[in-house]
């Protein structure tokens, strides 16, 4: 039934039979809203009470105080308010006898929401304190219903919260289509990918409520939708390809982009459409879903990115511990030989230093995502560091990684020094060639040469880092958007933070960013940095001080055991 269609009830109680068939004449034609009304009458509280014993869904009630007896009507209030709970229904108290229940008395002491004198009723009076209730019990209806719903939103958002997978994610919202929007509601939840090719989009239904279930496909990743796709679909993919949400009578397509370039299309049906309560709660509904969703893809690419960074800290670790351990066991024979290896003591402290490097590469990488090294070492003075080093050795630690590129071209000029901070530098550097080997995944088109470039230079003043890639490229409209926190331009995970902490870790050494692609070519990352012409003095470390103690050391001789005479 359509909302329009359904009529207020209002209930009229009085034991004067002309009363009451005064009350039905002078209210039968009334239209309050865009509705009719129903009215039932009643001769005796008795016989209201029976009746809202059992139904008591009524707007407005008119009430005479005297009847079975002096304040049968005055008892009748309380009975309605606290007995049958019904807090809602607007109540008109009508008499003609104001000695057994003086206007401002009643007023104060019963919850009732107007007082008519039968002597001075006239029909205006009666018709507007109807419309009037009804208005107001309209008004609280929808207050206590959109109360409710954004409760099962709140609900609806805590239960997401603690969901990591997409499919039971997509169960949860559409167990809350029906709570939020009524029993009559159903819908569906559809996902899609940032692919599209010539507007065909692909789309998997996730989830619908029960009596859609149909619309649902398994879950075995993307599929292309059939050429008999039905009704419902289509308008899906029509909001997703669009990108805007798509709204009739009775169906409302909520378009919603949610992080790493998912789209997401939210359907609502409604057989007795949708009004401005819907509305709102609609658009609440959506945001809560982007929020939740958000937060799980955003969860779900940390597991990537802390699974990869466990293979990255468990390759550079392995292999100099074991060389250490070695080193440890050469150099234990050596002491019981009555022996000084220099060279065994230079491999172990060298092994040590990649050790400690490395540890600090992750810890400081790790605060650098949360913004706290950022933020330091924006108070800090940068120092003169020489970025060929770093270069090569980034090359040579992740190497094993590096090498999913294929070939690469790599040019490092000498005595690069520049103002800079060493650990960010190097964070800065992989991050972008970790996005240039993920470009190259992305890409179906064929390149004949290096498929990476990386150069390094001094120019004017300025030390500039050059890494190309020939990988799938980024469209121009969303160049400006590449800086900006947890944004991706493909529906892979990405380092939603990497990038945003790239730009800010250059501009913390007073230095630039730029870049520039095109789709299928490739992308161009260029940063520069101020350059610092005069290198300082080398600091002699620990590997130094003890080649230095060493020569100085006497080398104790190996002598033969001595013969028994």
């Not at 088109?445 to 980024?474: N, Y």
Request: proline residues 4%; negative net charge; charged residues 25%.
């Amino acid at each position: 039934m359509n909302k329009q269609d359904k009529k207020w009830r209002v209930l009229v109680v009085d034991d004067d039979a002309d009363v009451l068939t005064n009350t039905v004449y002078t209210l039968m034609d009334l239209k309050v809203l865009g509705r009719e009304l129903d009215i039932t009458t009643l001769g005796s509280a008795t016989a209201a009470i029976e009746l809202l014993e059992r139904e008591r869904d009524f707007a407005v009630i008119l009430l005479d105080v005297v009847m079975e007896k002096p304040h049968a009507g005055l008892s009748l209030v309380t009975m309605i308010r606290h007995d049958f709970n019904m807090q809602m229904s607007r109540i008109i108290l009508r008499t003609g006898n104001p000695g057994y229940a003086p206007e401002r008395d009643i007023t104060l002491k019963l919850e009732i929401d107007d007082y008519i004198l039968k002597q001075t009723a006239v029909r205006d009076r009666i018709i507007t304190a109807v419309i009037v209730a009804i208005r107001a019990y309209d008004q609280l209806q929808r207050l206590a219903r959109l109360k409710d719903a954004m409760q099962q939103i709140i609900c609806c958002s805590n239960q997401l919260l603690t969901t990591d997978e997409i499919d039971q994610f997509a169960n949860v919202c559409m167990q809350y289509v029906a709570p939020i929007f009524g029993k009559n509601a159903g819908g569906g939840l559809a996902y899609a990918g940032m692919t599209v090719n010539q507007g065909i989009v692909p789309l998997t239904v996730m989830s619908a409520t029960s009596e859609h279930e149909s619309l649902i496909e398994p879950l075995n990743g993307i599929g292309v939708l059939p050429p008999n796709i039905s009704v419902t679909k289509k308008k899906m993919t029509k909001a997703l390809e669009q990108t805007n949400s798509i709204k009739t009578d009775k169906d409302w397509y909520i378009y919603i982009k949610v992080s790493l370039g998912r789209k997401v299309v939210l359907w609502l049906n409604k057989p007795d459409g949708f009004d401005e309560i819907d509305e709102t709660l609609g658009k609440s509904f959506a945001n809560t879903i982007k929020a939740c969703l958000d937060r799980l893809c955003l969860l779900r690419e940390r597991m990537a990115e802390a699974m990869v960074s466990i293979g990255i800290f468990a390759h550079e670790f392995r292999t100099p511990i074991a060389s250490m351990r070695m080193s440890n066991e050469f150099m234990l024979e050596s002491l019981e030989a009555g022996e000084c290896d220099k060279e065994r003591f230079k491999i172990l402290l060298n092994n040590t230093d990649r050790i400690l490097n490395g540890m600090n590469r992750h810890i400081d990488s790790s605060m650098i995502n949360v913004g706290v090294v950022l933020r330091e070492r924006l108070e800090l003075p940068v120092a003169r560091v020489n970025i060929g080093p770093i270069v090569r050795e980034s090359l040579e630690v992740n190497k094993n990684w590096f090498s999913k590129a294929g070939q690469m071209r790599v040019h490092i000029e000498d005595d690069c020094w520049a103002r800079a901070d060493g650990t960010m530098f190097e964070y800065a550097f992989v991050n972008l060639v970790g996005n240039a080997i993920k470009a190259l995944s992305n890409s179906t088109t064929h390149f004949d040469g290096p498929k990476i470039e990386i150069e390094l230079t001094k120019q004017d003043g300025q030390i500039r880092l050059v890494i190309a890639d020939h990988g799938s490229g980024i469209r121009a409209d969303q160049l400006d958007k590449i800086f900006d926190p947890f944004y991706s331009t493909s529906g892979t995970p990405a380092h939603g933070l990497g990038l945003t902490m790239v730009k800010r870790a250059v501009q913390a050494m007073g230095g630039t960013i730029e870049c520039s692609s095109e789709v299928g070519v490739g992308t161009t990352f260029v940063i520069q940095l101020n350059a610092f012409d005069v290198p300082p003095p080398e600091p002699l470390n620990h590997v130094g001080r003890l080649e230095r103690r060493l020569s100085e050391r006497p080398v104790v001789a190996r002598h033969a055991p001595a013969q028994p005479g």
